[in-house]
């Protein structure tokens, strides 16, 4: 009788803690959604979806979509760069806004991370908010952690593919008119590069990164090279 | 007067019916957006992905470059990529953002880039 009783209260305590759990993330959340309205985020970053339909709406963009950050970023990341932004996309947002037409070839213009650094306590805050943001429909435990030939990816990456046209795959080489891929393991989701990958129109139709007809077995190398990029 | 609202209805359905999933968008839009980061924005192969391509992006105000290619041939490069006409696998397949209608205005803009 007496063990009862001090199982039951143990359960109760127990249940009593996680309330508290739930109860501080939640708070964080609702603090992290307060700033990103206060301190204005929509009105560079699309918060909602449905994406842009059209190339007149891509012109407009000023910052990269967000309504599905929780899918596409990975925790740890997000909170150091809202304290510290640097350049992802070399060209910026939308690159076409950003070049300066020379007589021969073409210069990226000033282009600057964004400014609106936040705390500490606040990157937590919106960190917890931004990571509520999912794609339905992305598959969670797609892409596992494991060994796999990077000879094969690479092969797929380089002369297959073309990714570094577009992407830097080095800090100073590769293309400059889409996002920086050197340092993409730091900062995506893994599942999200492989559900990115199969089709980037889902996330933008009208993104300038064509979607590959891959098999998913190369579609899952890909994305374990880039998950490795660190 | 349910004869006209049957026959109001049924143009109303057959308006739906052939009224395209997207607005298409013009060649010179999407010139810009696709094709500007590699063959540049006069089109002749300076954008600024091009010094990371192992094969130079064709020149698209050159003549004498263009006119080496059949419209089926420049067709086929678009909308599969370059490696289906046996190019670099830098240009890649564009059939995921532009319809056949679309890359078919592409080929016409293009002849306007090299006069040609």
């Keep these: 009788m007496k063990s009862l009783k001090i199982l039951i209260s143990l359960i109760v305590f127990a249940l009593f803690l996680s309330a508290g759990v739930v109860n501080s993330v939640s708070a964080d959340e609702k603090e992290g959604k307060a700033l990103v309205e206060s301190k204005k985020c929509g009105s560079c970053h699309k918060m909602q979806g449905p994406p842009d339909k059209t ?12 309504f599905y950050a929780g899918s596409k970023f990975k925790k740890e990341w ?24 020379g007589e021969k070839k073409d210069e990226i213009g000033d282009v600057k991370p964004c400014a609106s650094a936040l705390s500490q306590k606040e990157a937590h805050e919106v960190t917890e908010y931004l990571m509520t943001l999912k794609e339905p ?11 796999f030939s990077k ?8 002369q297959k593919e073309g990714c570094s046209g577009c992407h830097r795959d080095k800090a100073d080489s590769g293309g400059t008119s889409c996002p920086t891929l050197y340092n993409a393991g730091e900062r995506l989701n893994p599942d999200w590069i492989f559900d990115f990958l ?3 129109q889902k996330y933008d139709p009208k993104i300038w990164m064509p979607r590959r007809e891959l098999s998913d077995e190369d579609f899952i190398l890909l994305a374990k090279l880039i998950a490795s990029m660190k | 007067m349910k004869k006209v609202s049957l026959i109001g209805l049924s143009v109303m359905f057959l308006g739906l019916m ?29 954008g600024i992905n091009a010094a990371a391509l192992s094969t130079a992006p064709r020149d698209h105000t050159s003549a004498t470059e263009m006119k080496k290619l059949t419209d089926d041939n420049i067709f086929t490069a678009i909308k599969e990529g370059g490696a289906a006409v046996s190019k670099s696998t830098f240009m890649p397949p564009f059939k995921s953002i532009l319809t056949d209608d679309e890359i078919k205005e592409m080929v016409k803009h293009l002849h306007k880039l090299c006069n040609c």
């Design chain 1, 151 to 158: 000879a094969k990816a690479k092969v797929l990456f380089g």
């Design chain 1, 78 to 101: 997000l909170e150091g760069f809202l304290q510290k932004p640097t350049m992802l996309r070399p060209a910026g947002t939308v690159y076409l806004n950003n070049i300066k037409m």
């Design chain 1, 55 to 66: 190339i007149a709406d891509v012109l407009k963009r000023k910052a990269p979509d967000l």
């Design chain 2, 18 to 46: 052939i009224t395209p999933l997207a607005l298409a968008e013009k060649a010179e839009d999407n010139y810009k957006l696709y094709c500007f980061q590699c063959h540049g924005s006069k089109g002749n192969g300076g």
């Design chain 1, 198 to 200: 199969k089709n980037p």
């Design chain 1, 137 to 147: 429909t992305m598959k969670a435990g797609v892409i596992v952690d494991d060994k």
